[in-house]
């Protein structure tokens, strides 16, 4: 039995690209007046008084630039990294350095008022991200730095949150819109529908909003092992109802749900030759030999309920999600290369499918105080229930696509976990005066996991072995906060979050848990407002200390989990905006991330003291220019660019004998939008105007000997133009 075989039991180790920095700065819903409303302390206040580094891109910027997926978008937030395996929804994120290098994620994802995605090891949480279509989408909001005081655990990073469009009580509103587009080197063209409705169904008291989104998109890459042509199309669909009553002004209800289906062909994945670093056929070419499909459904159902008691607002947030995925993997030349030596004559084919199933409760309720005088509290508790399941199977097909008897299946693993945790929190600000406060929180968690180990095949042992663990966790946050003046604030942070541990794979010789990893994050930063309104600055320098990180390594030649390592990530991060003149807005962004390992980790992961944290850029940043002007009193016209440049990344941590850049690279992307009537809208947009041929992620592969025989890589979409038109009502 390989160690590579006995990997397939351990969920899979994710790094976070680097592919950051950009446009998507905190001042971009209402950049004229100011002001900016977000939730991140799970409270409506001005954005500018939140001592959190936070940036905040709106669903029509999204639109309007053409980003549809959470790599179009993650270029231009600082310190945002999106890694793509080639389609929305197998997305992995990190924020500051924090990269995912273990089972699960490292920065959180919430949909309004709960968690999505798994806290736990094996729901592969880290390399399956969220990635909802931008159409009904108010907001984003992306937190920077831990966030466990008030979101719990698995955001050491920090924290993306969606934020949808809340039902009218007040009068008639929607749209309906469709796209066309073209992306180079595709043959097809794809398109998008969509349209929104929002209405009040009894004014002042019942509304209603709902939404549906379908977006086609065609492949590009080329296969010249079977001569496929555009093997990497997709499609992804998406539908809301969210329904609001206020019977008075003390009480309000929402019920929401939410679905969506992304179904792909297959992977946005190309080869480079080992030797010369040349792309293998037109440059946009794989070599598969069988099909690589992707499919992810979502189902996420919410209610949360308001009761203002004057002294205090109480709310309960209950949800119920669940995420079905299945993903095929062509493994032939990692495992199928191994078949002479069982004694076949050649080499074979070896699908690898994947298939998860999440069904996730969560149930929080909190007391929040007033936003007024000089003593705000919050208090809260919470629940939540994962029921997960991992099937992975490996076959074992000669090269006509019929089954090898006595090697098929080759392997079959299922990892069925159970999920608990209870958690208190409480949050204070205390004003001491005008010009200074403070804010503070504790939240203390404990987790109870369940876990069996269940395998059979050709070349792994049977066996049916369960698991447990238990732990409890203290997180912290502390910031002090000083207002120069209205429009001017400096603050401190000090903040703590965790990753939980749980039960390990159960072979001889490997310990039965793992510990949870935690991570302290160390920040100053200033938020300021200047030259009567006209630019907009946000500055932060920040410390990050990583301890017991969960690291999938060596047990006598077995893979399981240890806490084996430590890390640090440090850096600064900015980003201005400038109103030069009536419609104009000029933006520049910039982060710049050492992240490094403080620590030598065991010889199976590669890595020493000193060495670069992988996918990580030192440098990244954007520049951005927006101009709105009235045509006539019917008409108006807006125009748009960004430049987005990240910094060359490595693979693996710098030890690693197979560790390789991923090279520097900027991109351009265009836009405009001519609005008629106010109900008509003309959008144009071109993402990579260049075309420009670069990675998001580049990796050397290996055979099932462990030996090198190609180069992997995740290349920036190519050229995308397209044209939709929108009509409102």
């Not at 990497?232 to 679905?259: I, K």
């Not at 990892?415 to 600000?429: C, D, H, I, Q």
């Not at 502390?478 to 603050?491: G, R």
Request: net charge negative; hydrophobic share 35%.
């Amino acid at each position: 039995m390989t160690t590579h075989m006995r990997g397939i039991l351990t969920a899979t180790t994710a790094m976070g690209l680097v592919f950051s920095a950009s446009f998507a700065s905190a001042q971009e819903a209402d950049a004229e007046a100011g002001e900016i409303i977000v939730t991140a302390q799970k409270r409506t206040e001005n954005l500018q008084d939140v001592p959190i580094s936070i940036s905040v891109v709106s669903g029509e910027k999204l639109q309007q630039s053409g980003a549809v997926q959470l790599v179009d978008f993650g270029a231009y937030t600082p310190g945002l990294q999106v890694d793509s395996s080639g389609t929305p929804g197998q997305s992995t994120i990190s924020l500051r350095g924090v990269a995912p290098v273990g089972p699960s994620q490292t920065v959180g994802t919430y949909l309004d008022d709960a968690p999505v995605g798994s806290s736990s090891l094996y729901a592969r949480s880290a390399v399956f991200a969220l990635d909802l279509l931008p159409y009904d989408i108010q907001r984003l909001e992306v937190l920077r730095g831990p966030q466990g005081t008030l979101y719990g655990a698995s955001s050491i990073g920090g924290l993306l949150k969606y934020v949808t469009i809340t039902p009218s009580l007040d009068g008639f509103s929607g749209k309906v819109g469709g796209e066309v587009f073209t992306i180079d080197h595709a043959n097809d063209v794809g398109y998008a529908v969509q349209g929104m409705v929002n209405a009040a169904i009894v004014p002042g008291k019942l509304g209603i909003s709902a939404s549906y989104a379908y977006r086609d998109t065609p492949g590009y890459v080329d296969n010249i092992q079977t001569g496929k042509k555009d093997q990497n199309s997709y499609w992804q669909e998406g539908a809301r109802v969210s329904l609001l009553w206020q019977p008075d002004e003390a009480l309000s209800v929402r019920l929401s749900g939410m679905w969506q289906t992304i179904d792909a062909d297959g992977n946005a994945n190309v080869r480079e030759d080992l030797v010369t670093g040349e792309r293998l056929g037109d440059g946009m070419s794989n070599w598969n030999y069988l099909d690589e499909k992707f499919r992810k459904k979502v189902q996420y159902y919410a209610s949360t309920i308001d009761y203002d008691f004057d002294f205090a607002t109480l709310t309960s947030a209950t949800t119920y999600s669940r995420m079905k995925t299945l993903q095929i993997q062509d493994a032939s030349r990692l495992y199928g290369t191994l078949f002479p030596l069982f004694g076949l004559p050649e080499p074979g084919l070896a699908p690898f499918t994947l298939r998860l199933n999440l069904k996730k409760w969560t149930q929080e309720v909190r007391l929040t105080s007033p936003s007024s005088g000089n003593f705000e509290w919050m208090v809260g508790g919470f629940y939540t229930y994962e029921n997960s399941d991992n099937k992975q199977l490996v076959n074992s097909y000669f090269m006509d696509g019929t089954s090898i008897p006595g090697l098929d299946p080759l392997a079959i693993a299922e990892l069925p976990s159970k999920y608990r945790e209870y958690a208190v929190f409480g949050n204070v600000t205390y004003r001491f005066s005008d010009s200074f406060d403070i804010t503070g929180g504790l939240r203390w968690a404990k987790n109870k996991q369940k876990f069996r180990q269940i395998s059979e095949g050709a070349i792994i042992p049977t066996a049916n072995d369960p698991g447990r663990s238990s732990e409890s966790v203290l997180t912290y946050s502390i910031s002090p906060q000083f207002h120069v003046n209205d429009d001017t604030m400096i603050y401190g942070r000090v903040a703590s979050g965790y990753r939980p541990g749980g039960p390990n794979i159960t072979f001889p010789g490997v310990e039965p848990t793992v510990g949870s990893d935690s991570l302290v994050n160390y920040e100053v930063g200033l938020k300021s407002i200047l030259f009567d309104r006209a630019v907009t600055l946000d500055l932060a320098a920040f410390y990050m200390d990583w301890k017991d990180i969960q690291l999938s390594v060596d047990f006598d030649g077995v893979s399981g989990l240890a806490n084996a390592g430590s890390a640090r990530s440090q850096g600064l991060e900015a980003s201005l905006q400038w109103r030069p003149a009536p419609g104009l807005t000029l933006g520049a962004t910039g982060a710049y991330t050492d992240a490094k390992l403080t620590s030598d980790t065991p010889p199976s992961v590669g890595g020493f003291d000193g060495d670069r944290l992988p996918r990580i850029p030192k440098w990244s940043g954007s520049l951005t220019v927006d101009y709105s002007f009235d045509i006539d009193d019917t008409a108006s016209l807006r125009i748009g660019g960004g430049l987005r440049h990240t910094g060359r990344r490595l693979s693996a941590v710098a030890s690693d004998p197979n560790a390789i850049w991923a090279k520097r690279y900027t991109a351009i992307d265009l836009n405009a939008a001519l609005t008629l009537d106010e109900s008509i809208t003309i959008r144009a947009y071109a993402r990579n105007v260049t075309d420009k041929q670069a990675a998001i992620t580049r990796d050397i592969l290996t055979d099932g000997l462990g030996s090198a025989y190609v180069i992997g890589l995740t290349p920036l979409q190519p050229r995308t133009v397209g044209v939709a038109l929108d009509l409102s009502f």
